[in-house]
Nanobody, 124 residues
Framework: EVQLVESGGGLVQAGGSLRLSCAAS????????VAWFRQAPGKDREGIVCIESGDPDTAPVTYYTDTAKGRFTISRDNSKNAAFLHVDSLEPENTAVYYC?????????????WGPGTRVTVSP
């Protein structure tokens, strides 16, 4: 059974940073791209970053939306079946539920599986 579990959310002051983690199990994690989506209050869910499966000899390809460039960093550790989202200089506008998702090999924008999400609240 595919399982994705996010952690690391919580209440953070503006200007701070945090790292969200995604623990994966039940499938060959190294063969799947990982994308982080988020849903802010009253807004649609949106994809923000994605990292492809890559191969042992090269760094995996990453994609960032314009919103995420500069302050968001996605990474993965296939040896631990985990992915991470590091966010710097948090703003109240970053308040949202953040979801870890996976899709086979490439970042297509259409995940196959979703985690339950972790809530991030950024206070002014």
């Amino acid at each position: 059974e595919v399982q994705l579990v996010e952690s690391g959310g919580g209440l953070v002051q503006a200007g701070g940073s945090l790292r969200l983690s995604c623990a994966a199990s039940g499938f060959a994690f190294e063969d799947w791209a990982v994308a982080w989506f988020r849903q802010a209050p009253g807004k649609d869910r949106e994809g923000i970053v994605c990292i492809e499966s890559g191969d042992p000899d090269t760094a995996p390809v990453t994609y960032y939306t314009d919103t995420a460039k500069g302050r968001f960093t996605i990474s993965r550790d296939n040896s631990k079946n985990a992915a991470f989202l590091h966010v710097d200089s948090l703003e109240p506008e970053n308040t949202a539920v953040y979801y870890c998702t996976v899709e086979h090999y490439y970042c297509s924008g259409y995940p196959d599986y979703w985690g339950p999400g972790t809530r991030v609240t950024v206070s002014p």
